[in-house]
């Protein structure tokens, strides 16, 4: 009799596991022109759970190309803002909820000297790098993801602000990495000085993100959520000890944004989504999306071979 | 040759083949352990000379994958940038997936990155001068009592020399199982004084560490060393030196037990196949003795039992030249002889059957009745005849006893059935007797007429006696009727002519008679007896004619006429007569119901039968007046049937007789005339009667197209 009931108990409890996992996931898709690492896709979740009324698992899948978003009808979909959203299923509508994701410089705690203020200088920047170098000569203290064209093109627009707000537009060979004004002298001159590790050229995003969490690297430039900036319990959660900067390009103190749009059907709009509303803000340089595709299209090629062949 | 020879035979060759199977055994078991020894031997000689090429093979598979570290693009590429904590996770990821021990990159600048993170530190910068920096080797270590197999190789990135990658394997207890495992041999290894890792059992090794420290020569040797129970065959061989330069021992142990084991399970296997010998050899006996023996005894014992069944055409097929052939050959004869006896047995009993049945047939033809008896008195057999005759009577005859036999017959018979015996017994002479039988009080009775005759044996013994019947009922009946319608004929014959002689007296007197009244005045007392003399002269004249009707031959008018037709005329006629004596008259017949016959005649008759009827009730009765077709029959039926006193059985026997009469005034022609009529139809009359019940006449008519 008690084996009967222990067997009865067991077989509901399986029934019940078998049966949870069938509704406990809500796939959201993405498009947009970034490369999604496992952390920065752990990041995006985490913001968007709090956006979005689901009691499910969100599961986020980047798509390879425009043609798979017809593919995702029922499904919501999160597409980066200036993308052709006519390619979207035609029963999708856009849901008013808005996920902005910011260009940082990521700095470790671990860095001996690091000023407690929300930006650095170019020159407080490359004393850093300076410090560091001194005191591992055989280690490179910066890592990059410059394989990654979107990180090419980040480095082009925030030096193009930086150049136009300082008014600095000469590029002087002679002059230290953290002096130059164009993107690809900046980078190919801070290789040149050890403080950007020579690997980057050949790294992506992810490889870069783990270099950053293996400590092999002080500084990291990468993608995070917005909300990250102004929540240190949520940053280092996701990141560690890290302090979040606008990447210090001469006076720069603006971080380069992209927004993602959530899209889904009209059902899901009335249920399980809390509108939110984005204000703009004087922190940010938003990307345009057309403008860095073209410039991505056109110009990263022969800027990623300067990079390599140098002769600034 | 005999049988009993050829089992002795047989079996002392079957004797002699489980001695050679058990001796062949035992020299077998000892020249296996003689030749196992040798190859023990051998194996030992064998694996010493192997174990060098399979230790190299060890040493090359290390080398070879620390060769593959090196070219590794992360190995080399952490290794260049100074990413020492990613080439220390990859290092780890490699150690963990492939099981060494140990994988460690010291690179150029005296940066030293080990798979074990506490072992990562700063060395002195490599001699980029030393060309022995290019080079790959093998060495045996010997570090803090564990024995290191370390392959040491140069890490390059494109084609400059970035650093030094050594990968090592703990040679411990687990990684010797494993080659212990290939080599199917216990493997040690020993360093100096002490054993340091081995395959064997902890107390195994014990003793052969004990062994060791004991043998301070060391040198290569293959001994014997018993440890425990157990007997372990040993090759020793120094296989090379730690860079210590201290010579590393390796010891190959192979079990003897093991082989003896193995011996003595192949000794009990071969036992074991000795027994199976044996038993094989008990099987081909019992095989034998069934094929040769059993099988010719039970074919024998098989036919006897189908001789004493009755197939005498039995004979057994194969027969040999031994004792059970001639035996079968003796039961084949006497088979051969019962079956000639048999036919001829045969022969005579159809002859017997044939002469049975036709003798059967004989007396089953007879018309007459064949009856035996024996001589208690009992009915042996009976012929058809005599069961068709007397089984109505009698119902089952065989068994019949003479006493009840005789109750069915008549007083008379019966007297003339004891004469006939009595007769037959005092004078051996039969004679021949009629015997009546009657079934039923108003039944024909059955006359037979039959004669007794003794039954005598082959010996002239008597042992029964024949009764033979014959039936003569017909005859006899023929015979009364034949007398009776003589003595009719001849009364009919004689009223005749009597009423010819009496009738012209009777007209003169009647004549005068008339005259007489005519002359006479009424009121004479004499005119009363002249009427009476003229009713009495008509009186008899209406007798005469009558006799006249009755003997004079008359013509008839037969026609077809419905029934309903002759009968209602004769019940109108009859009806004041019938009231006047309160008889009741109940016609009963088929509406459609057609005849042929005289009408006028068969009027007659019906007339005749309803007076006699209600002359017969003086208290008053009914009459039934019935008329039917028969069915298959071509009669139609008549009855006239009364409820009066009935007759005597004499008096139905006289009725029809012309001139018998129980009444006073009745002249006994009526019925003798009904009778005549019936004949004159060519029909039959009965009448049955009991006393005080009444009387019924009963007539056959034919119809028409019968007539």
Known sequence: ?312 | MYISLRIKVISLLFLLISSLAFIFNESSTSLIQEKTREIFQQRIELLLASIRSYWDSEKNMLLNNAILYAESEKIINYSTYGLNNMLQREMERLIAKTGFYDLEISLVNGQIVSSNQYSSRRGLPIDLRDTRQNLSWITLQLIDGALFMRAEVPVHKLGEFIGRLSLRRKLDDTRLKRMARNLQAEVSLAVKEKLIASSLSESSRQALAGEHFRNNDRKEDIFTLKIAANVYSIGRVILEKTVESDPVLLYLAVSQDKMLSLLEEAQSQNLSVTVWILVATMLLSVIFSEKVLISRIRQIRDGANIIAEGDLSFQISSVSGDELGNLARSFNRMASNLKQNQDRLQHYIDRIEKLANYIQNILGSLRTSVITWNLRGHIETANNAAIQELGEFYGELEGLSLRRFVKKLKPQSRQEIFDSLRRLGDTGYDRQFDIELTQGEHSVTKVLQGNFSTLLDNDKKPYGFILTLTNITQRKIIEQQLYHADKLSSIGQLAASVAHEIKNPLASIKTLGQLLQEETEVGDSRREYIDVIVSEVNRLNGVVEQLLKYARPEGSSFCEIAFGEVIKPVLALVHHESERHQVVLVPDFQADLKVYVDPEKIKQVFLNLIFNGVQSMEKGGKIFVRAFKEPDSPWNVFEVEDTGCGMSEETVRRIFEPFFTTRQRGTGLGLAIVKKIVDLHGGKIEVSSEAGRGTKFKFYLPCRQER
């Not at chain 1, 055989?138 to 150049?163: G, H, Q």
């Not at chain 1, 707000?165 to 002059?175: D, E, R, S, W, Y």
């Not at chain 1, 130059?180 to 002298?185: E, G, K, R, T, V």
């Not at chain 1, 293996?214 to 959520?225: I, L, R």
């Open chain 1, 1 to 312: 009799m008690f084996n009967k009931h222990i067997l009865t108990a067991l077989l509901l409890l399986l029934l019940q596991t078998v049966a949870a996992p069938l509704c406990a996931a809500t796939r959201v898709f993405l498009a947009s022109r970034l490369e999604f690492t496992p952390a920065l896709l752990d990041m995006l979740r985490r913001t968007l759970a709090k956006k979005i009324v689901v009691n499910d698992t969100i599961i986020l899948q980047p798509f390879e190309n425009s043609v798979a978003v017809r593919e995702a009808s029922g499904s919501m979909i999160l597409l980066e803002q200036g993308m052709d959203n006519s390619q979207l299923p035609a029963e999708h509508v856009d849901l008013n909820v808005c996920v902005d994701l910011v260009w940082v410089l990521a700095a470790s705690l671990r860095v001996p000297d690091l000023p407690p203020a929300d930006s650095l200088s170019g020159e407080q920047f490359a004393g850093l790098l300076q410090t560091l170098k001194e005191q591992s000569p055989d280690r490179y203290p910066w890592f990059e993801s410059l394989s990654s064209r979107v990180t090419l093109r980040n480095f082009d627009v925030v030096f193009a602000e930086a150049a136009s707000a300082t008014g600095v537009i000469a590029n002087v060979a002679k002059l230290p990495f953290w002096q130059q004004s164009d993107s690809i002298a900046f980078l190919y001159r801070a290789i040149e000085e050890h403080y950007l590790n020579p690997f980057s050229i050949e790294s992506d995003l992810g490889l870069a993100m783990n270099v950053f969490a293996a400590e092999d690297a002080m500084f990291v430039s990468h993608w995070v959520p917005a909300e990250f900036l102004d929540d240190e319990r949520l940053c280092r959660e996701n990141m560690g000890k890290v302090r979040l900067l606008p990447f210090p390009v001469l006076n720069n103190k603006k971080f380069l944004r992209i927004r993602l749009r959530l899209y889904g059907l009209p059902s899901v709009s009335s249920r399980s989504v809390e509108a939110v509303e984005l204000s703009d803000d004087e922190r940010f340089i938003d990307l345009d999306y057309k403008a860095d595709s073209d410039w991505i299209e056109k110009k990263s090629a022969d800027k990623y071979d300067a990079l390599i062949v140098g002769g600034f």
